[in-house]
């Protein structure tokens, strides 16, 4: 009777103890986060500097698919140029690398369109070489 007893109460206490490890390997899966969408990287490779950008409606409603431009003039006087368009994640994000440090008449000047809105942002890549903008198109 007392070994029945034991081998009921072993099987129950396995029993519990698998339950609680798989709640627990559940729970981890049931709040884990969900895996963020890498950012689209256009890279011009002419030289170390970055911009990143964020383009939203508002400031929690991120635009998919704006279309962000620029036209680089660069090398001596300016004869060589370089034509660049990304568009954005689902979280409104994109990014460009590579851009040079000096550049022909500076700002850069980047065109950002989205459903017939048009919005520029102009960066000095001298004064500012790893810059992050955020855009809000407006509408709503």
Known sequence: MIMIHTI???RIFRQTLT???LAFCLAGWAFARPPETPVPV???NLGPCTVDFTVSQSLNHPIFNAQ?????AYGFLGMKKMNLQ???NSEGKARFEGLPTNVHNPPLTFVVKYNGMTK???YWPAVR???QYAV???GG
Do not use: E, Y
């Open 120 to 122: 520029s942002v102009h």
């Open 68 to 72: 962000i431009s620029v036209r680089i």
């Open 136 to 138: 809000i198109m407006g």
């Open 129 to 131: 070489c790893h810059a």
């Open 8 to 10: 009921r109460s072993s």
């Open 19 to 21: 339950t609680l490890a």
């Open 42 to 44: 256009v890279n011009a």
């Open 86 to 88: 990304i568009g954005t």
